[in-house]
């Protein structure tokens, strides 16, 4: 007797080899005629690549656990099995999807269903997951007939396919692109951007074995936020280099020359010599990093994903990219849109952006009142046109098209937003999401989670490093590292993500948000966030009264920075002992500096400056321009020079709080505190380390130049 379940998914798997798609299908029923359903299909198809995520491996299968989708990466299969039974993770399933190739069929096992969990907010993510998942091709257990399955899916068309069609005609074009960086003229970079699938690791890979082959003694450097996220450059690499020396998996040699893997922080660093950077997934690393990259090295390829569970949507290119017209107006762009391992339109890819809300598309609205308020007047606009409302997950899936205006700001702004944020948000009942709305569009947003709340027994077990509960970081953070047992005795909110349109930003949206977020906050004593730092964020969050309390010893492996914990009281009591936790940290700040912190870039030094300085007394002051003159040492004011800088900082810091009436950055002022001074006084580096990080000829050079910048700390002193 013929199988029609077996007949309808060979049917569909004809129909996306001729189209060269990939199509979904779901198998709704009990857990034996779902394995029987899949194995029989498995079982007719077993010359092809099969690949499975979760669930008990089928025979024949390449199989991996459901949160390693990651692992193939870089892989390729014609069926991908995903058994959600037991477990779901989004970022491993969207990973495992750019292994399907063009002609395959995705067959997806769902989780299970309790009939209990209907109404509950546990269940919100099932169902989102759910309605989605409906939207691909169904097979039901009660799909007995042929004409059953025909009737609930309708099949696609077969697609005419014009003979002359070249996939890799894109590819071909980056990759002579990326040579012609090292042929052609210095500093004029090229940034390269594109979504999965469509071959920009494997252009970096070709275009840096192309260039060893063809040139003797080539020195080629990769940088990236992870070793894993290069892992693809060097296997394609390695491929086309059949003599090539394989030193490790991100170090290869040829013909005398090289490409290797430096991490971003190290490569800043040590800033070893070589005659091509390439920088991978460039916007998961700092702008400001970026930035000194440009100035160290002359021949550069910057690549990063747009879509994706890795994506990082257009900031980075807005901000990055205004920076480049500026100091490198020769860089050049190029987008690589046609995908490689499947045909245009593919239907499981735009599925696949829908369900986890990854297109960030965004559409401009206008504002009635936008010319006042680029003027300025944002009070105005806040209170007549802007309101925030939080969205519960009931709202989000009667509206889901709410909740993509919302997460397309998070995709958009945030390079780390990933499918698994939006499942986490829908299944924890203590993350909330806010929502900044003009009417019908949404202006900005922020995730928030609540914490703290702890018990005395939990909290003394934090604190002596034996118990670390999920799900309040702030708090724990604050009970481990400094004995705080009112942090997690009270209530937290923290904010895990915010984000304000590009069109609407430096509005003030952003602390207008935060602000309303305070006011509504009955529940919580303090508010909090913890970020990968930099001094830009730094300052957005001081201007709206948050104070840093703990920086991160290492850096962030998706962001590359250190993360920093900055919290607000909303009460007496929370302002009580967030006022000891904030002396301890100015009070350590200056032995962190110069101690574990060394490496510190120097304008993250200078933004976390503490907001309390010693007076200087004039007899310092007198010693202080003695050596402005040419009188004494260093080692005789560098005591005092450093009260001068946190003093300068404490008056700035003031000045500029009277002057923020509207959004951070509308006032600009100088405080004089130069990078020299930030890395001789504060990080007291050598002299021979500032001469070499400040491009300087030698001491003589830089202690004439550091005189200068102490001269103008005095005059600024005298002018305030």
């Given at each position: ?443 900005g947003c922020m995730l928030v989670t609540e914490e703290g709340g702890l018990d005395i027994e939990l909290i003394t077990q934090i604190q002596i490093g034996r118990r670390r509960p999920l799900g309040h970081l702030a708090p724990i953070l604050m009970a481990n590292q400094f004995g705080s047992t009112q942090a997690a005795k009270s209530r937290c909110v923290r904010v895990m993500r915010i984000a304000v349109s590009n069109r609407h930003q430096s509005l003030g949206i952003g602390s207008w948000m935060l602000d309303k977020l305070s006011e509504q906050t009955d529940q919580a004593d303090y508010l909090a966030t913890s970020f990968g730092a930099t001094s830009e964020l730094i300052s957005f969050w001081r201007h709206n009264e948050f104070v840093p309390v703990h920086i991160g010893h290492q850096r962030d492996q998706a962001s590359g920075c250190h993360s920093v914990l900055m919290v607000k009281p909303l009460n007496e009591n929370a302002q009580g ?144």
């Amino acid at each position: 007797m013929t199988n029609p379940t077996n007949t309808f998914l060979h049917t569909l798997s004809n129909i996306a080899q001729h189209n060269d798609h990939r199509f979904g299908v779901v198998f709704n029923g009990e857990c034996d005629w779902q394995n029987s359903s899949v194995l029989t299909f498995l079982q007719d198809v077993n010359s092809q690549t099969i690949f499975q995520v979760g669930g008990d491996p089928f025979d024949g299968v390449t199989h991996v656990q459901v949160k390693k989708g990651q692992q193939l990466l870089g892989r390729e299969c014609q069926i991908l099995v995903c058994d959600f039974r037991e477990q779901f993770d989004a970022n491993s399933f969207s990973a495992a999807l750019g292994a399907l190739i063009g002609g395959g069929l995705l067959l997806v096992i769902p989780p299970k269903t309790e009939e209990s969990e209907e109404g509950m907010d546990s269940a919100f993510g099932k169902r989102w997951l759910a309605s989605n998942f409906a939207k691909l091709f169904s097979i039901s257990q009660d799909d007995e007939q042929l004409a059953q399955l025909y009737t609930r899916n309708t099949l696609p068309e077969k697609l005419t396919q014009p003979d002359c069609f070249d996939r890799f005609e894109q590819q071909k074009t980056a990759i002579e692109l990326v040579k012609k960086i090292v042929t052609g003229h210095r500093k004029r970079p090229l940034i390269l951007t594109a979504d999965r699938g469509r071959g920009k690791s494997s252009t970096l890979g070709i275009a840096a074995a192309q260039l060893l082959a063809e040139r003797n003694g080539l020195n080629i450097i990769v940088t990236a936020p992870s070793v894993k996220a290069v892992e693809p450059v060097f296997s394609h690499a390695t491929e086309r280099l059949e003599t090539c020396e394989v030193v490790n998996a991100t170090h290869i040699r040829h013909q005398g020359g090289s490409l290797r893997f430096v991490a971003p922080d190290e490569l800043l660093k040590s800033k070893p010599n070589c005659d091509f950077l390439l920088v991978d997934e460039a916007a998961a690393i700092p702008i400001p990093m970026l930035k000194s990259m440009v100035d160290v090295y002359h021949r550069m390829v910057f690549s990063t994903t747009v879509h994706g569970y890795e994506g990082s949507g257009r900031g980075f290119g807005l901000k990055f990219e205004a920076w480049l017209s500026e100091h490198r107006p020769g860089w050049k762009g190029y987008k690589l849109e046609q995908p490689i391992r499947w045909n245009n339109h593919d239907p499981l890819e735009r599925w696949l952006f829908d369900c986890f809300l990854l297109n960030n598309d965004l559409s401009p609205c206008d504002l009635p009142a936008l010319n006042a308020i680029e003027q300025g007047d944002v009070s105005v606009y806040g209170t007549n046109y802007l309101e925030l409302v939080e969205l519960s997950k009931a709202d989000c899936l009667a509206n889901p098209e709410k909740l993509q205006q919302c997460f397309a700001l998070l995709v958009d702004a945030h390079y780390q937003t990933s499918p698994n944020d939006l499942i986490q948000f829908l299944n924890n009942p203590a993350i909330h999401l806010y929502a900044a709305w003009q009417q019908d569009d949404c202006l900005g947003c922020m995730l928030v989670t609540e914490e703290g709340g702890l018990d005395i027994e939990l909290i003394t077990q934090i604190q002596i490093g034996r118990r670390r509960p999920l799900g309040h970081l702030a708090p724990i953070l604050m009970a481990n590292q400094f004995g705080s047992t009112q942090a997690a005795k009270s209530r937290c909110v923290r904010v895990m993500r915010i984000a304000v349109s590009n069109r609407h930003q430096s509005l003030g949206i952003g602390s207008w948000m935060l602000d309303k977020l305070s006011e509504q906050t009955d529940q919580a004593d303090y508010l909090a966030t913890s970020f990968g730092a930099t001094s830009e964020l730094i300052s957005f969050w001081r201007h709206n009264e948050f104070v840093p309390v703990h920086i991160g010893h290492q850096r962030d492996q998706a962001s590359g920075c250190h993360s920093v914990l900055m919290v607000k009281p909303l009460n007496e009591n929370a302002q009580g002992w967030i006022g000891q936790l904030q002396g301890h940290f100015e009070r350590s700040y200056c032995f962190l500096m110069s101690g574990s912190f060394t490496s510190l870039e120097t304008d993250m030094v200078r933004a976390l400056l503490p907001s309390n300085a010693e007076s200087v007394s004039e007899f310092e002051i007198q010693l202080i321009r003695n050596y402005v003159d040419g009188g004494n040492s260093y080692d005789s004011i560098g005591f005092s020079v450093l009260k001068l800088i946190l003093l300068n900082n404490v008056r700035d810091d003031k000045r500029l709080k009277s002057k923020l009436s509207g959004a951070i950055g509308s006032s600009v002022l100088d405080s004089g505190i130069s990078d020299l001074l930030i890395a001789k006084v504060v990080q007291q580096k050598g002299w021979g380390t500032c001469v070499e990080q400040f491009n300087l000829v030698g001491r003589k050079q830089a202690e004439a130049q550091f005189r200068l910048d102490v001269d103008v700390l005095l005059s600024n002193l005298q002018c305030k």
